[in-house]
């Protein structure tokens, strides 16, 4: 079965599990960190804490969504689609956003898939509940807006990478990209997956894993990677990796009035 197939096939939205039950820590995610602490609160009773499940599917093509995800742990994948041909990442959301950007922009489904990279946990929050306090809540709504245009500068900055970058430097951005959200050097992930992320064929992920590896930046077993060298990738990566990073903390730091 190929990695396409095999991903298409996962498309069906799965309801995610509650997480263990344990007081809510809306901090834990950096863009609900930043809200003033009467969002939060308003937030606090309307999220749930569920778990993320490695390939899990949070929003399908064309599908309403039902929810936004704000993760604390874990990554997720927003993969651009065409049919069943043709797959490709066109940005993650790690602890420092939320998924769903539809919804914030007042639609309610995507031309793109939204499936779980790495496990973990995410707050939970119903989409007429989003609505809601969006519509009365300046503070949040800027948040959320604000936010849109930060992940929209990662998904320019990955088109540049793919069209100009060399598979070793694109390669390196990832890697440096899934460093920053999951804050581990270690990433349980397999060649054909890589491949359907970077749109290339798993004989040239391989060849470019061995490249980084060769060069002391990484070491790379069947079904893991480990980073050894983060001054290197960011070398290796040159300006394909920053920009969009300079303009999320940009953002971030803003102060609500």
Do not use: C
Not at 5 to 18: G, L, Q, V, Y
Not at 39 to 53: H, I, P, Q, S
Not at 124 to 131: E, G, K, N, S
Not at 153 to 166: D, I, V
């Amino acid at each position: 079965m190929s990695a396409m197939t095999a991903t298409a096939r996962r498309s069906e939205i799965r309801e995610p599990a509650p997480a263990p039950r344990r007081r809510l820590d809306l901090a834990t995610n950096r863009l609900l960190a930043v809200l003033p602490p009467r969002d939060r609160a308003r937030l606090r009773d309307e999220v749930e804490l569920v778990k993320l499940d490695t390939w899990q599917v949070l929003e399908a093509p064309t599908r309403p969504i039902s929810h936004v995800y704000f993760p604390t742990s874990g990554l997720v994948s927003v993969v651009g689609t065409s049919g069943d041909l043709h797959r490709i990442e066109v940005g993650m959301v790690g602890y420092e956003g939320v998924s769903g950007l539809a919804l914030v922009l007042g639609y309610d489904r995507s031309s793109n898939e939204t499936v779980v990279q790495a496990d973990g946990e995410a707050f939970r929050l119903p989409r007429v509940a989003l609505r809601r306090i969006m519509r009365t809540s300046p503070t949040f709504s800027s948040t959320m807006l604000r936010y849109v245009h930060a992940f929209m500068m990662q998904a320019s900055q990955t088109a540049l990478a793919n069209g100009r970058a060399r598979l070793s430097q694109r390669l390196a951005r990832w890697l440096l990209m899934w460093h920053d959200r999951l804050r581990t050097p270690h990433l349980t992930v397999t060649h054909r997956f890589l491949a359907l992320l970077l749109g290339v064929r798993r004989q040239g992920v391989t060849l470019a894993l061995h490249e980084l590896e060769g060069q002391g930046l990484i070491r790379g077993t069947r079904n893991l990677v480990t980073i050894l060298d983060r001054d290197g990738l960011l070398a290796l990566a040159g300006g394909f990796y920053g920009v969009a990073e300079a303009e999320y903390e940009a953002m971030i730091r803003l102060r609500h009035r």
